[in-house]
């Protein structure tokens, strides 16, 4: 049952193809439908034509794992930004029988890596050593997270890439959004590859050409027959090690190799009568909504109103003392023992709280990390959910906008550049302007810290809520605030997603906010104290609210307005 509109987007002049009637549903011609209610499955991803791979998938029986593998295939061919096999990702899940799930497959440094790799003989760091280029790369991890997420699918591993390798071989065409991304990195593609990869077109990418990815999908076809093997080993292997041979990159075949997904124990916790389940380190996404969610929790912040400034500012304090604490505390759980436990303890929160004046900014120089005894934004998601009572939320990403840059010459797939998420100096701020210390400096194998929340709610033991979001430091604040319009304010899955978003992180100590945040609001924040800095979009968040009715399910999907994001379902 579809409860909106589909929105067309795409007329039908291809490149070199004949036009086909607007209404006809194919690669070369479809809608962005942004809702949909649905009974027996719902996929929200950041690309239509994924979102109908998954729907497909459940369909034919696969369940919402197998649809989220089929997904993520999907995206590294229609969503190359972001989408990807040279990345890595989380995926969060709450299985029919009860289960809930993490699977960690975040990019590693690799073995030649060293803590001051991307300093200069001063000291200073080069931030396009570690946003640029092959040596930005980690070790990528989604071809290990998608086979470590397939003993928990239903469908053969062949029938959920098929859809990837059709794509990248036939091609589709692309959005408006697309092509004009595309033509923003013309040069960087040229600067970062030696050979011409499939995103680089001389008279510019227009609104509907197709984009054909014939090397991605030899490299999609390995994998199918090869399994993980026919990434980390064989040709793959080789195509990445030759690649890092260009450009002074340090990924060697005993890297891949030596790659593994990671099963974690997931944050659960309860918030008001309900169950959030979400990702541990090393993400500090699920850490974040756990302390955010807490710190506000006794406050009252259902009665003072949506979007008012005394809601804001509570939760901007809030989210100011989690990324203190995250600056000082959050790494690879592997590498540093971070005092978790004691993070989200209530307590520990409460004493947080304790300078907390409300109608008073606070103030980054004075709120540090919290203190113990010695111990030791190019993103995307993906939310499903299907008739059987499974959901399953992953994050994924490759960090910038095409990572990297660089596509792997002959295996046509682009790098991440993930190495930037790890504190190249202490005190030195990432591309999100996100800090780090010792926790989370460079050490080889070990992983870099995310911010990315893949989130899953249960109320009373019942499936209630799939959401998450990309946006580098900005996913936990978004997933909070995604979160408290659904539980506090009540607000509908489309305005918890849609309306505007603001973010604090410690450090810089300003309030972000959406150019549409209601101006009542800052002006009333700026009179108590904050600096207030409008940006651009925050989050592109995929929700699915999900109501038990008898043995039914119904599925209410939502796809942010902010991109090309789509919600399908059946
Ligand atoms: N690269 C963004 C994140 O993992 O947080």
């Known amino acids: 049952m579809r409860a909106f509109i589909a929105v067309p987007i795409l007329m039908v002049m291809l490149t070199g193809r004949s036009c086909r ?55 590294a061919v229609v969503y190359p930004g972001a989408g990807n096999i040279g990345g890595g990702g989380f995926m969060v899940a ?48 989604t071809v290990a997270g998608l086979f470590a997420s397939l003993k928990y699918g239903s469908l053969p591993f062949e029938n959920l890439i098929r859809p990837a390798i059709e794509l990248a071989e036939k091609g589709f065409a692309i959005t408006a959004s697309e092509a004009n991304g595309l033509n923003r990195l013309q040069e960087d593609f040229k600067r ?7 995103f680089e077109k001389e008279s510019g990418w227009n609104t509907n050409d197709t984009l054909l990815q014939p090397e ?96 804001v500012q509570l939760m901007v304090e809030a989210e100011r003392r989690a990324y203190a604490d995250r600056a000082e505390y959050m790494g690879d759980p592997d590498f540093y023992k971070a005092p978790v436990a004691r993070l989200v303890e209530a307590d520990y929160l409460e004493k947080r709280m304790a300078d907390f004046v409300p109608g008073k900014a606070g103030s980054s120089e004075s709120v540090k990390a919290g203190q113990f005894p010695k111990e030791s934004e190019e993103t995307t998601h993906i939310s499903i959910a299907d008739k059987w009572g499974n959901m ?3 994050t994924t990403t490759l960090n910038d906008h095409y990572g990297s840059r660089t596509v792997v010459s002959g295996a046509g797939f682009v790098l991440n550049d993930e190495m930037d998420d790890f504190s190249v100096k202490p005190g030195v ?16 194998g070990k992983r870099m810290l995310s911010s990315m929340t893949p989130t899953i709610i249960l109320k ?76 651009g979009k925050i989050g592109r968040t995929e929700m699915i609210k999900i109501k038990k009715e008898g043995q039914e399910y119904r599925l209410e999907a939502v796809a942010d307005h902010r991109g090309d994001d789509a919600a399908e379902g059946y």
């Open 429 to 444: 701020p990432n591309m999100y302007g996100a800090i780090g210390t010792e926790a989370n400096a460079i050490v080889p």
């Open 94 to 141: 709450h299985l029919q029988d009860g289960r809930n799930i993490a699977i960690d497959y975040r990019e590693a440094a690799p073995a030649a890596a060293s803590r001051d790799m991307y300093l200069d003989s001063s000291g200073n760091p080069v931030m396009s050593l570690s946003q640029r280029g092959h040596l930005s790369a980690g070790v990528p991890g």
């Open 460 to 535: 009373e033991n019942t499936p209630f809520l799939v959401v998450g979001t990309p946006g580098g430091t900005t996913i936990p604040t978004s997933v909070f605030q995604s979160i408290v319009n659904v539980i506090d304010f009540k607000l509908s899955p489309s305005d918890a997603v849609n309306k505007p978003k603001f973010h604090h992180q410690w450090l810089p100590d300003e309030v972000f906010v959406e150019e549409d945040f209601p101006a009542a609001t800052l002006d009333s924040l700026r009179q108590m104290g904050y600096k207030i800095t409008p940006r």
């Open 392 to 394: 399953v939320a992953v």
């Open 192 to 198: 970062y590859n030696s050979s011409k990869t499939a």
């Open 21 to 75: 009637p607007s209404n006809a549903e194919s690669p070369f011609s479809y809608t962005i439908q942004k809702s949909v209610v649905a009974g027996n499955g719902a996929v929200v991803s950041a690309h239509p034509l994924a979102s109908r791979v998954g729907v497909e998938i459940l369909k034919q029986g696969g369940n919402a794992v197998d649809a989220a593998i089929a997904v993520q295939l999907a995206l």
């Open 216 to 311: 991605l999908a030899e490299t999609l076809k390995r994998i199918r027959d090869n399994g993980q093997k026919g990434f980390y080993e064989g040709e793959t292997a080789r195509l990445i090690v030759e690649e890092m041979k260009k450009g002074n990159g340090i990924i060697t075949r005993d890297d891949l190799m030596n790659y593994a997904a990671k099963e974690r124990t997931p944050v659960v916790f309860d918030y008001k009568g309900y169950t959030l389940v979400s990702m541990p380190l090393p993400s500090s996404g699920g850490i974040i909504i756990e302390q955010c969610l807490k710190m506000i929790e006794n406050k009252g912040i259902e009665q003072m109103g949506f979007h008012s400034a005394d809601a």
